[in-house]
């Protein structure tokens, strides 16, 4: 099993620029969760779906974000326009019954 | 008051010593609980669940406290590799969705 695949793993962009960061769940699980985790603010769950259904997006800052799952297996988060407060690291998780495995991360700076 | 609270941290310790960490979770009903562990520049990692009569794993133990709505993790003989974040995790059950929260972490760092 290959585990939570994420890309890309490294990011470098400028404000107002749009990202997009991509996730790819393990086989089999049915739930996906968008973090992110900064130095100052820890890890904040951004949104979470649940067969491919976003159940709570109460922690997505703003309008500028917006996460999709157009299949059981996949899933984008969207950033635009890019600010250089969003550089952090965006973590996608599956999750099977009550464990979450995470992806490696996604380390977005934006200059 | 937060969600879920830990222990601010960091801790240092020589290798060898036993280490303890608590974390507090504020609501009540909160159903199931986790031990994280996320090494530097790495991704958050399952490092045991908490059950409620406690359980260990090797040279660590996790335990819960409902009462006081309290978990904690102990590790015993400590190596240079337990070095990391220590993530509290606790997850609620509401209809057909849960709602899962992280703590902070607690930084260990183990020195020879």
């Known amino acids: 099993d290959a585990g939570v695949i994420q890309s890309p793993r490294h990011e470098v962009t400028e404000m107002g620029q749009e990202v997009t960061l991509r996730c790819k769940l393990i086989?089999?699980?049915?739930?996906l969760f968008w973090y992110r985790q900064t130095m100052m603010r820890g890890l904040e769950l951004l949104i979470y779906?649940?067969?491919?259904?976003?159940?709570?997006d109460s922690g997505m800052p703003e309008d500028r974000f917006s996460a999709k799952m157009p299949n059981a297996s996949f899933s984008t988060l969207k950033i635009q326009p890019s600010e250089p407060r969003d550089s952090a690291v965006y973590f996608c998780?599956?999750?099977?019954?009550?464990?979450?495995?995470f992806g490696p991360g996604t380390r977005l700076t934006v200059l | 008051r937060k969600e879920v609270e830990q222990d601010p941290g960091p801790f240092n310790v020589p290798e060898g010593a036993t280490v303890a960490f608590n974390c507090t979770y504020s609501n009540s009903a909160s159903q199931s609980f986790f031990w994280y562990r996320q090494d530097c520049r790495k991704e958050p990692k399952l490092l045991m669940s908490v059950y409620s009569s406690g359980n260990e794993d090797g040279r660590f133990t996790a335990q819960l406290n409902r009462a006081s709505q309290y978990i904690s993790l102990l590790i015993r003989d400590s190596k240079l590799s337990d070095s990391a974040t220590y993530l509290c995790v606790v997850n609620d059950w509401y209809s057909s969705a849960s709602k899962i929260i992280f703590g902070s972490g607690t930084r260990l760092s183990i020195r020879p």
């Open positions: 779906f649940n067969n491919n259904v976003p159940i709570d």
């Open positions: 086989s089999g699980h049915n739930s």
């Open positions: 998780a599956s999750r099977n019954e009550d464990t979450q495995y």
